[in-house]
């Protein structure tokens, strides 16, 4: 095989590799080929103000209320759980897509609570609405709209690190998270995920990550 | 809180790590572009820990990827062709259009060694010395690259097998050894093997649980030298699971081997 057919070779199986498709293509030369520029600079709405002729508080307020469910920790042991969101005091924003409004959003008042003590925390989360009334959520197979901010560790309660996997005081910056999952086209969880991550003391730039629990709503 | 760039909407929350690392091994293509030619590569000289290679341990998989091809501009040198074959351990390449001869034998006896050192368990807190050794795999033959002038690299079968004394590791993984021209490492030395968690369970914190159906793996994560150069100077020990559906990737740091010497 002569080095001109061996490349030949190589871009018929291009397609068909994974992680060799970039050494593969040409650059983009953006004197000949520019990319569009799109302003996706988000939109602070003032207090009623309407996005495409719709009224914000009303797209938040479907994704809104409280659940209770079971939250069932991965080391062992049941307990309730509570979770609440409401709209709180915080600004909406319209999120952009080349300059087009496709979203709105805001950061609701959102509560915690475990009948074990573990959670007990009030804090803000992030509620994101597509202009349709649907989730906009972060990623494609994200379907969830509402997300509960990250739990640092000084805000945990003294009876969260018993419940969790690893030892939290060998990690730097640990964080706890609760995603929620939302089927398709609905406003209100079905479950929850419970994550631990950190960077462990002894590893630089580690990124551990562990499921915690699991939550059950009713 | 507004925010400019190409996400249109900030999020207060803090990225969750973890999600979505993808821990693939990517084999990287050899330099085997012009730039890369060292005429009179002599196989002697390619013996040492120090100078020789790279330890590539992938999964066969990723050997079929074709991340091996990789565009040359060869136009001025169309002739030249395509020299790339197997051959036994103790076999010779020969470059037709310059008659030099490489000798496998000492480069791919170069790749073996052991090397010892102290694994610290990082969730527990305790130690235990670590050997690991590279052997090539004497039952499979190694792939040479190269052209009528150029010898561009090696891909040797291999194991790796790192054993601890306290007796929690004792894996044995089969790889690859991958070498450039010169002797470097190519690609990301990353070992994985599917693992029992019952087996670590002195080396896990009391209070982590798993799930039944969960898949986990053992992912160690070797350090070359400062030249990429062997001997291994370290290795990470994750616990990870891999895709299952719409799971996360879980992973747990679970210690760090820092290596002192070959013996």
Not at chain 1, 86 to 109: H, K, W
Not at chain 2, 3 to 29: I, M, W
Not at chain 2, 78 to 90: F, I, S, W, Y
Request: aromatic fraction near 6%; proline fraction near 9%; glycine fraction near 12%.
């Amino acid at each position: 095989m002569s080095r001109r057919s061996g490349w030949l070779l190589g871009l018929t199986l291009a397609p068909l590799t994974q992680g060799c498709l970039t050494m593969l293509l040409p650059e983009n030369d953006p004197a000949t080929d520019p990319l569009p520029t799109c302003d996706n600079t988000p939109l602070m709405l003032a207090p009623g103000q309407a996005v495409e002729g719709q009224d914000p508080e009303a797209l938040f307020a479907r994704y809104l209320g409280s659940w209770s469910g079971t939250l069932t920790w991965m080391a062992g042991g049941e307990t309730t759980f509570e979770l609440g969101a409401s709209r709180g005091a915080q600004p909406a924003y319209a999120g952009l897509s080349c300059n087009v409004p496709t979203s709105v959003y805001t950061s609701p008042e959102m509560t915690v609570v475990t009948g074990d003590g573990a959670f007990d925390q009030t804090g803000l989360g992030h509620l994101s609405v597509g202009l349709d009334g649907g989730p906009r959520a972060g990623g494609e197979d994200d379907q969830s709209p509402l997300t509960p901010c990250g739990l640092p560790q000084r805000d945990w309660t003294s009876a969260l690190p018993a419940r969790l996997p690893v030892d939290s005081a060998r990690y730097t910056a640990p964080l706890l998270s609760i995603e929620l999952e939302y089927p398709p086209h609905a406003v209100a969880p079905v479950s929850a995920m419970v994550t631990f991550s950190g960077e462990h003391e002894a590893v630089p730039d580690s990124h551990d990550f562990l499921v915690v629990a699991t939550v059950a709503f009713e | 809180m507004p925010d400019s760039g190409a996400l249109s909407e900030p999020r207060c929350c803090p990225v969750t790590l973890g999600h979505g690392d993808c821990f693939e091994v990517y084999l990287v293509a050899p330099q085997i572009g012009p730039e890369a030619r060292r005429p009179g590569v002599d196989q002697g000289t390619q013996a040492s820990w120090a100078r020789l290679f790279a330890l590539a341990l992938v999964p066969g998989s990723i050997l079929a990827t074709g991340c091996l091809f990789s565009p040359d501009d060869s136009s001025e040198e169309a002739e030249c062709l395509d020299a790339t074959t197997e051959l036994p351990h103790d076999g010779t390449f020969e470059l037709e259009g310059t008659g030099q001869r490489i000798e496998l034998g000492p480069i791919v006896a170069g790749v073996e060694g052991r090397t010892s050192g102290v694994l610290e368990w990082s969730q527990v807190g305790r130690s235990t010395d670590v050997t690991l050794t590279i052997e090539a795999d004497a039952g499979e033959r190694v792939t040479v690259f190269g052209d009528c002038d150029t010898y561009r690299g090696i891909d040797i079968p291999a194991h790796l097998e790192l054993t601890s004394a306290d007796g929690v590791l004792a894996d044995r993984f089969g790889g690859h050894v991958s070498l450039d021209e010169a002797g470097r490492v190519i690609g990301s030395p990353v070992l994985d093997v599917p693992i029992v968690v019952s087996q670590l369970q002195s080396v896990l914190p009391a209070g982590f649980g798993t799930t039944p159906d969960t898949d986990w793996h053992l992912r160690i994560t070797p350090e070359l030298g400062p030249e990429e150069e062997l001997p291994f100077v370290a290795a990470t020990i994750v616990l990870t699971t891999g895709w299952t559906g719409s799971d996360p990737v879980q992973s747990v740091t679970l210690g760090v081997a820092t290596f002192g010497g070959t013996r």
